[in-house]
């Protein structure tokens, strides 16, 4: 079969162009990272190949044979993303499935089953406890698509259709979306001079930061967000000049 560009879904080398997704970030880095028992977030805009580096590190750590690597896809627990139980039984079964494929027997669905009647809030710790406790080998975690289970009562960015930026060249088309309904939801808007806002040592305020703060942040006004965020902005550049420049808009619709 005749290879192509893929812009939708992991790379498959065997049909796709595509660079060594090992080369696309510091492996060593990670190995250090995995190797020290630590977690990290591989962040990247949308299509831009995240999955594809995951699939390969969970390959790469098998082939190794020092470890199990999972790679689980959460998605599926989306749709009832407000139903904390269910989310968490929905992702106890992904990584059930996917542990079963990645040893080869039914242990992990064994446990899977032993651990239902854990509440909801110890259901997963206890889950990954007791199979780490009955594996041979230390685990690695690979979780895709976890955003996708932050609930609708917290701060959450909203997935947009990527399009050129706006002005770039004279005759684009651009795709519009449109928002089923914010009302009682604060609508934050923003350009990326407030989350690539660097400090002296070029370190990024960083979608994870800004994401906290809104989530920490009691909502009394659209002018208080924006100056909440305004200070924490000068507070992290501490003394460095801006790197861009900064928009913000904030409304809420009652």
């Known amino acids: 079969m005749e290879r192509f560009f893929n812009t939708a879904g992991p790379q498959k080398p065997e049909i796709c162009y595509t660079i060594d997704p090992l080369s696309r970030f510091e492996l060593d880095e990670v190995l250090t990272l995995i190797r020290q028992q630590r977690y990290f977030v591989l962040h990247a805009p949308r299509q831009t190949g995240k999955t594809s580096c995951m699939l390969a590190l969970r390959d790469y750590l098998n082939q190794e044979g020092d470890y199990i690597a999972v790679y689980a896809n959460v998605e599926g627990g989306q749709a009832s993303r407000n139903n904390v139980e269910s989310v968490v039984k929905s992702t106890v079964d992904t990584l059930a499935e996917e542990f079963r ?62 399009n050129a930026p706006i002005g770039l060249f004279p005759g684009l088309d651009y795709e519009g979306e449109q928002i089923d309904n914010i009302k009682g939801r604060p609508l934050f808007i923003y350009t990326d001079g407030l989350n690539e806002a660097e400090n002296a040592q070029q370190e990024q305020l960083g979608d994870d930061r800004l994401l906290s703060i809104l989530r920490t942040t009691p909502f009394h006004s659209a002018e208080q967000v924006i100056e909440t965020l305004k200070a924490e902005v000068e507070t992290h550049r501490n003394g460095a000049e801006p790197n861009d420049d900064l928009t913000m808009m904030c409304l809420r619709v009652n």
């Open 101 to 162: 494929s990645a040893v080869g027997n039914d242990l992990p669905l064994e446990i899977r089953d032993e651990v239902q009647q854990v509440g909801k809030d110890s259901m997963l710790s206890t889950y990954l406890r007791r199979l780490s406790e009955n594996l041979p080998k230390p685990i690695v975690l690979v979780i895709d698509e976890i955003d996708a289970l932050v609930g609708d009562q917290h701060g959450e960015f909203l997935e947009m259709i990527p």
